[in-house]
T-cell receptor, first 112, second 114 residues
Framework: AQSVTQLDSHVSVSEGTPVLLRCNYS??????LFWYVQHPNKGLQLLLK??????LVKGINGFEAEFKKSETSFHLTKPSAHMSDAAEYFC??????????FGKGTRLSVIA | DGGITQSPKYLFRKEGQNVTLSCEQN?????MYWYRQDPGQGLRLIYY???????QKGDIAEGYSVSREKKESFPLTVTSAQKNPTAFYLC?????????????FGPGTRLTVT
């Protein structure tokens, strides 16, 4: 079975400072892992994905995530937050033959 | 312009009425999905379909029904049996088979039942 835990329900950062959104996963198989972003009342947009190639994955808008198998983590980072980054972020795990499993989300606030 | 469309964006219904949410995609994807989103709960899978004329229940299928008569379309009916239907509903599609393929999401429909 697969599961995802997003360790913070809300993260607040100042504009220009680094962003860290934490995600731990559990999977019986070698999983694919994704980060999605959702702006208010919108659908979800893919930020990046890990599919067993390079462990450091670069995504859109300056985000990146590192897959650490030993820690079962897939944390999302960005060196410098922008006001437009304020949104809800979802960590997602998928394995062969299973639907996507979503974390409960982390709301990112960016303070000017 | 390829993508997923959901209509309408906002929907209001009286309790006891069935309502159908539309989802159309022109990405030529085999698989389509319906999710329900409630504040603080992430997304929960209602139904999914890997191929035309076939679909499976997700985690919270009770009170919902779907059909998949065409590859491009996957409508969701919220029936009067659904105890708490007010929510944000998201449709998604993907290439089927390989877990590395991401899902593409529509803009969502916010359903309010009073």
């Amino acid at each position: 079975a697969q599961s995802v835990t997003q360790l913070d329900s809300h993260v607040s950062v100042s504009e220009g400072t680094p962003v860290l959104l934490r995600c731990n996963y559990s999977s019986s198989y070698s999983p694919s892992l994704f980060w999605y972003v959702q702006h208010p009342n919108k659908g979800l947009q893919l930020l990046l994905k890990y599919t067993s190639a390079a462990t450091l994955v670069k995504g859109i808008n300056g985000f990146e995530a590192e897959f650490k198998k030993s820690e079962t983590s897939f944390h999302l980072t960005k060196p410098s937050a922008h006001m437009s980054d304020a949104a809800e972020y979802f960590c997602v795990v998928k394995a062969v033959g299973t639907p996507l499993v979503f974390g409960k989300g982390t709301r990112l606030s960016v303070i000017a | 312009d390829g993508g997923i469309t959901q209509s309408p964006k906002y929907l209001f219904r009286k309790e006891g009425q069935n309502v159908t949410l539309s989802c159309e995609q022109n990405l030529n994807h085999d698989a389509m999905y319906w999710y329900r989103q409630d504040p603080g709960q992430g997304l929960r899978l209602i139904y999914y379909s890997q191929i035309v004329n076939d679909f499976q229940k997700g985690d919270i299928a009770e009170g919902y029904s779907v059909s998949r008569e065409k590859k491009e379309s996957f409508p969701l009916t919220v029936t009067s049996a659904q105890k708490n239907p007010t929510a944000f509903y998201l449709c998604a599609s993907s290439i089927s088979g390989n877990p590395s393929y991401e899902q593409y999401f529509g803009p969502g429909t916010r359903l309010t039942v009073t």
